[in-house]
């Protein structure tokens, strides 16, 4: 079992944003590669969570789940994180390090093959995000894989089930704030070198749900695009949530309260 996390406090070319409670590391896609290297040269934990408006939102309106998520890296995903960063600090974030582009990303640029773990989903989905992974990134190997459907009392044998096949890489994908709890509250029983929460990512691997168009992904309005696919679902979260986190980053710019009590 790996004993440590790893410290990335002495990162020299790292830099933290706050957003409220929460702290974003300001890191491009290759520094991004490199964080994860790191891990696994020292074997060291780390856990990511892939940071967009809504995740940080969740985390404004409810105490524990800012807290489950500072016991994580938090990487900038989407453009209203960006947005956030610009109001709050004058510069937006280097990079877009959505799980969606950064995962393969990592996948394609790491310099060791990785033994990796999905979990999340539905079956038919993890399935299929499987066989895309084998195919597309033959020097990785997939060493297990299940749904995401887990009660409270699966997660002893679920986390046992993993450990036993020592992954360097654990990819949860049951939408948050549900992946990064049960990454933080496991974590003693993982025995894991990374994990990543996720998201949708299996989702659009599978081909389940498509991705927006590279043009519209480049003008960061992908989120208008999978609006339109899942307008019920998705709804409250962009047309109700952008606005209402673009109104908490003013009042942090203003020195108001944000958060509820």
């Known amino acids: 079992m790996l004993a440590k996390k790893l410290d990335t406090s ?35 934990q780390l856990d990511i969570a892939i940071c967009n408006a809504h995740t940080a939102l969740t985390a404004f ?3 524990d789940y800012a807290a489950v998520l500072g016991k994580m890296v938090l990487l900038n995903d989407g453009i209203g994180v960006n ?8 510069e937006g974030f280097p990079d877009n ?6 995962v393969p990303f ?9 033994r990796i773990y999905l979990l999340g989903a539905k079956d038919a989905q993890v ?3 499987k066989a895309h992974l084998e195919k597309t990134y033959p020097a990785h190997v997939i060493v297990g894989h299940r749904n995401g459907y887990i009660s409270d009392a699966d997660c002893p044998e679920v986390c046992a089930k993993i450990s036993a096949v ?3 890489l654990l990819l949860v994908a049951m939408g948050n704030p549900r992946q990064e709890r049960f990454i933080v509250e496991n974590r003693h029983h993982l025995d894991v070198g990374v994990t990543i929460g996720v998201g949708a990512l299996f989702d659009f691997l599978s081909g389940s749900v498509a991705r927006a168009p ?10 208008l695009f999978r609006l339109a696919q899942e307008p019920r679902r998705l709804v409250y979260r962009y047309a109700i949530g952008i606005p209402k986190f673009l109104i908490v980053i003013l009042k942090l710019k203003f020195g108001l309260k944000p958060l509820r009590s």
Do not use: C, Y
């Not at 390090?97 to 950064?102: E, Q, R, Y």
């Not at 590279?214 to 989120?223: D, H, N, V």
């Open 10 to 44: 002495s990162r020299a070319d790292s830099k933290i944003s706050p957003i409220g409670p929460l702290s974003v590391m300001r890191l491009n896609r290759i520094e991004a590669v490199e964080l994860v290297q790191a891990a696994l040269e020292q074997r060291a």
């Open 61 to 63: 309106e409810d105490a």
């Open 83 to 90: 947005l956030a960063n610009k109001i709050l600090h004058g």
């Open 97 to 102: 390090l959505n799980g969606t582009d950064l």
């Open 106 to 114: 990592i996948l394609e640029n790491i310099d060791r093959p990785l």
């Open 127 to 129: 399935n299929l995000a």
């Open 166 to 168: 020592k992954p360097d």
């Open 214 to 223: 590279s043009f519209i992904r480049a003008i960061g309005l992908e989120w």
